[in-house]
């Protein structure tokens, strides 16, 4: 799992996501590639923007007890898996909108680093530690580049 707080790392994921184009084509999915984007997006914009409501007790309690362990884990995502409501993205996007947004989400979690995500309260899943934010980062953004082959 690379370790999304150290530079290097970052510099790798966005030359990925720049070796996207507007009309990349994914080799599993239904999203397009601006809808990608927008999707990954989403993860960011939950840390830094007061936009989601945060889950009810009962659902935050069956997703910490059900799903957490997938998605802060080092264990890759399976193709095809399934998407939380809030992740789901069917519309058009913009995707220079969306790339650019991406690129300054991970520079600045980057800038940021472990020691402001450690104890940090995810929406979903309660207090996590830096290393779980790294890999729900790393892990989610390295299974949706995959997607479009970069």
Same mark, same amino acid.
């Given at each position: 799992?690379?370790? !999304?707080? &150290?530079?290097?790392?970052?510099?790798?994921?966005?030359? #990925?996501?720049?070796?996207? &184009?507007?009309?990349?084509?994914?080799?599993?999915?239904?999203?397009?590639?601006?809808?990608? $984007?927008?999707?990954?997006?989403?993860?960011?914009?939950? +840390?830094?923007?007061?936009?989601?409501? &945060?889950?009810?007790?009962? %659902? #935050? !309690? !069956? $997703?910490?007890?059900? %799903?957490?362990?997938? +998605? %802060?884990?080092?264990?890759?995502?399976? &193709?095809?898996?399934?998407?939380?409501?809030? @992740?789901?993205?069917?519309?058009?996007?913009?995707?220079?909108?969306? #790339? #650019?947004? !991406?690129?300054?989400?991970?520079?600045?979690?980057?800038?940021?680093?472990?020691?402001? @995500?450690?104890?940090?309260?995810? $929406?979903? *899943?309660?207090?996590?530690?830096?290393?779980?934010?790294?890999?729900? *980062?790393?892990?989610?953004?390295?299974?949706? $580049?995959?997607?479009?082959?970069?």
């Amino acid at each position: 799992m690379k370790n !999304l707080f &150290k530079i290097e790392n970052c510099e790798d994921i966005i030359i #990925r996501i720049n070796n996207l &184009k507007e009309d990349s084509q994914p080799l599993w999915g239904k999203m397009n590639v601006a809808q990608m $984007l927008a999707h990954c997006n989403v993860t960011y914009d939950m +840390v830094y923007e007061n936009m989601y409501p &945060k889950p009810g007790f009962l %659902v #935050r !309690l !069956l $997703l910490k007890s059900f %799903v957490k362990s997938k +998605v %802060v884990s080092e264990q890759p995502y399976e &193709k095809n898996g399934p998407t939380a409501p809030a @992740f789901k993205v069917d519309v058009k996007q913009d995707f220079d909108k969306e #790339r #650019r947004k !991406l690129i300054e989400y991970i520079i600045k979690t980057q800038d940021l680093g472990p020691n402001e @995500f450690e104890g940090k309260e995810s $929406l979903s *899943f309660g207090k996590l530690t830096a290393n779980e934010w790294n890999n729900m *980062f790393s892990k989610h953004l390295d299974h949706h $580049l995959n997607q479009f082959g970069v």
